[in-house]
């Protein structure tokens, strides 16, 4: 009689141990398989949701008329954040009454939400003479670009050619629309000689 009540005692002690593990294994498969699975989501989540190669966006303006078109060999867009990359951009102001200009960078990020363009890398932009205004190039390393507002800033080195003159400088401030030009530091301007003739 005691011999059968210690097996029973066994019998149910390793049922009970086998029914904690499979629970245990069935437990650890679960977070194990909901913590890829997050991972997963996660990485999914920042992948891009699509990408154009040799694209072309123009923006109009509240009235229907074409602002500025930006262009480039790649845009990446990516939800996280909702941001682009472009490979080669090229930025042009279509405004009817603004001097044209063209801006060309390595690359940059487009920032949606807010309506900014982050240009980096060889940045140069050319407006051309008008009969208001001179002919103008600026080229720095760094550059943010509010398109809708017609006004960029950096806080890198800057070179501006202003019609024959030619202004230096680290950090600056541009307002296209208004023709102001502030810079923060180290501003130098070099006016060549007139033609005493």
Do not use: C
């Amino acid at each position: 009689m005691h011999k059968r009540t210690a097996h029973r005692w066994r019998v149910t002690a390793t049922l009970l141990a086998g029914t904690f593990f499979a629970f245990g294994s069935f437990w650890l498969l679960q977070v194990i398989n909901n913590g890829g699975g997050d991972m997963r989501a996660g990485a999914a989540g920042n992948e891009p949701d699509y990408i154009v190669e040799k694209f072309s966006v123009v923006r109009m303006s509240p009235d229907g008329q074409p602002r500025y078109i930006i262009s480039g060999d790649k845009l990446t867009h990516r939800p996280l954040g909702d941001w682009s990359d472009v490979d080669q951009p090229v930025v042009q102001s279509l405004a009817p009454d603004q001097a044209p200009m063209t801006i060309n960078a390595r690359r940059a990020r487009i920032d949606h939400a807010n309506d900014q363009v982050h240009l980096l890398g060889n940045v140069d932009i050319e407006r051309a003479a008008t009969p208001t205004a001179e002919h103008m190039r600026l080229r720095t390393e760094a550059l943010t670009l509010f398109p809708d507002e017609e006004r960029m800033q950096t806080e890198r080195a800057v070179e501006l050619t202003l019609g024959t003159a030619t202004v230096t400088g680290t950090g600056m401030k541009f307002d296209n629309a208004a023709r102001t030009l502030h810079l923060a530091s180290k501003g130098r301007i070099v006016y060549p000689p007139k033609n005493t003739r």
